[in-house]
Structure formats: C-alpha cells, structure tokens
Nanobody, 124 residues
C-alpha cells in the first residue's frame, strides 16, 4: 500500500517560484506519478506525469517550460518545481500514484492513491 505525503505549498508573488515535494511510502517500481491541481468547483487538472522507473515526463501545455517534475530514488520523493508562477496557477496541488498501465497525462480517475494536497497561491 503506497502512501503519499506532500509539502512545500505557500503564497508567492507572480513570477516567483515554489517547489513541492511528495514523499512516497511504499514501493516505487513501475509507478506512474502525477501532479494534479484543483480549484473549488472545478475538476482535477493534470499538471504533469512521470514514469518513476524511466523518469519520462509529460506536461500540461500551459506549464511547459515553467514546471519541472523530477524524482529522487534514494529519498523516494517526487518533486514539482514551479517557476514563473502566474495567478492562474493558484490551486490546491496533489500528487498521486497509479499502478495501472500507461502514464502520459492520464486522467485523475486512473490514479488510486492521493496525497492530502498543498495550497499554492500566486498573487499579482
């Protein structure tokens, strides 16, 4: 059973940076990990995904070039480095894991385990 614990959210000014962390408790082999965000009243939006074994990543078009997903095998930790933040990036951010085959920007319903979420607020 995998458990996820996020940290690193906060409030920043537009143009600023934040790095979110997601510690993975349990095995990481063959996992697809995703970062999602959600604002009240809206559906989960996939920010990006990473296949843990290969490190292969995929990103939402609006965050390409600004956000970077990485993982540290030794620390069993997933990261989302966010730069050039915009007010429209404001949301609750979640990490999630999927053991279902496939990974590339999969929808939220394909992810079985979720972290508790961490709030990111970007003000102009």
């Amino acid at each position: 059973q995998v458990q996820l614990m996020e940290s690193g959210g906060g409030s920043v000014l537009a143009g600023g940076s934040l790095t979110l962390s997601c510690e993975v408790f349990g095995h990481t082999d063959n996992l697809c990990m995703g970062w999602f965000r959600r604002i009240p009243g809206k559906e989960y939006e996939s920010v990006g995904t990473i296949l843990w074994y290969t490190g292969s990543t995929a990103y939402l078009d609006s965050v390409k070039g600004r956000f970077t997903i990485s993982r540290d095998n030794a620390k069993h930790t997933l990261y989302l480095k966010m730069t050039s933040l915009r007010p429209e990036d404001t949301a609750m951010y979640y990490c999630a894991q999927s053991s279902i085959s496939g990974c590339y920007l999969k929808a939220s319903y394909d992810f079985e385990t979720w972290g508790q979420g961490t709030q990111v607020t970007v003000s102009s």
